[in-house]
């Protein structure tokens, strides 16, 4: 039992040092990074808790997606190619 809360301590800071490092750098929480690793790191309890804390009243963070494939019957680029393929097969087959 008195192995316990040392178990809890770690996982908490292993947790919140984890989720600090995965955060886009423009959002960690209002602080830099660097600050938020040194305060999980040098405050024991107190730092990790406050970023879980924080993590859970911020709700979920929207991270920018990767724009959709374009299929290549829609890709602009695509269709001038081809446009240009068929006009070089009308050309060279007269």
Same mark, same amino acid.
């Given at each position: 039992m008195r192995l316990l809360p040392v178990l809890l301590y770690i996982a908490m800071t292993v947790y919140a040092l984890a989720d600090v490092v995965q955060q @886009?750098?423009?959002h960690p929480q209002h602080l830099p990074k660097a600050a938020w %690793? !040194? %305060?999980i790191l040098l405050v @024991? +309890?107190?730092g990790a808790g #406050? +970023?879980?804390l924080l993590?859970? !009243?911020g709700g979920p963070t929207q991270r920018p997606r990767p724009p959709a494939p374009i299929a290549p019957d829609d890709d602009p #680029?695509?269709?001038v +190619? !081809?446009?240009?393929q068929q006009r070089r097969r009308r050309l060279g087959g007269e």
């Open positions: @886009p750098s423009d %690793i !040194l %305060i @024991p +309890w107190v #406050a +970023w879980i993590r859970m !009243l #680029a695509y269709q +190619w !081809l446009n240009e």
